[in-house]
């Protein structure tokens, strides 16, 4: 049963540039959420895909954004690279269809896209 | 806005004894939950606590809640060294968003 899987695992990018980092979802499962976690600090909640629409966003401008595929696999691409976005992304998947609440899902997460902004 | 908050921030222990770490909030939740994280990898689900549960153990791990002080702890008992990792409890956002928020968590070492 294969886990969530998230490409590239590394990633240089230079400022100004774009980048677009991949998630599959852990089997079984329909629902993604990617977060942003910089160094000695707890991720922080970019945004949640269901059934291929943008269903929650945190505070994060519109250079990121995000796509899901009928496949539940998910893409996050960031525009304008800053020296900020220098991060680990994460993604995280859970099973909402039939959940009565489903905030009280367990999130299964992937190792990450470590992403260095030059 | 952080939402949970882990104390302490470091805890260094030796193997065999119990380490403890707590989480404090600032709003109504419905369930709280605890993740850990091995150095560069990604979160794993340690326990989920709902508001109307007091305590829940998982094998080694217990965790309490108290939903009038906004806090909950993690307790691991008998530590081990490969318990060394980080641990962040987390929230749903203000309102009962599904989006969960993370505090900046406590980094655990367990010498052997």
């Known amino acids: 049963d294969a886990g969530v899987t998230q490409s590239p695992t590394h990633l240089i990018k230079t400022r100004g540039q774009q980048v677009t980092l991949r998630c599959s979802p852990k089997?079984?499962?329909?629902?993604v959420s990617w977060y942003q976690q910089a160094l000695g600090q707890g991720p922080q909640f970019i945004f949640q895909y269901y059934e291929e629409e943008e269903r929650q966003r945190g505070n994060f401008p519109d250079r990121f954004s995000g796509h899901q595929f009928p496949n539940y696999s998910s893409e996050l691409n960031v525009n304008a690279l800053l020296l900020g976005d220098s991060a680990l992304y994460l993604c995280?998947?859970?099973?909402?269809?039939?959940?009565?609440?489903?905030?009280?899902?367990?999130?299964?997460f992937g190792d990450g896209t470590r992403l260095s902004i030059l | 806005s952080q939402q949970g908050e882990e104390d302490p921030q470091a805890l260094s222990i030796q193997e065999g004894e119990n380490a403890t770490m707590n989480c404090s909030y600032k709003t109504s939740i419905n369930n709280l939950q605890w993740y850990r994280q091995n150095s560069g990898r990604g979160l794993v689900h340690l326990i989920l606590i709902r508001s109307n549960e007091r305590e829940k153990h998982s094998g080694r791990l217990r965790v309490t809640l108290d939903t009038s002080k906004k806090s909950s702890s993690l307790l691991i008992t008998a530590s081990r060294a490969a318990d060394t990792a980080s641990y962040f409890c987390?929230?749903?956002?203000?309102?009962?968003?599904?989006?969960?928020?993370f505090g900046k968590g406590t980094k655990l070492t367990v010498n052997p």
């Open positions: 995280a998947s859970s099973l909402r269809q039939g959940s009565l609440q489903y905030s009280n899902q367990p999130q299964h």
């Open positions: 987390a929230t749903p956002a203000q309102g009962g968003s599904e989006k969960l928020v």
């Open positions: 089997s079984g499962h329909d629902t």
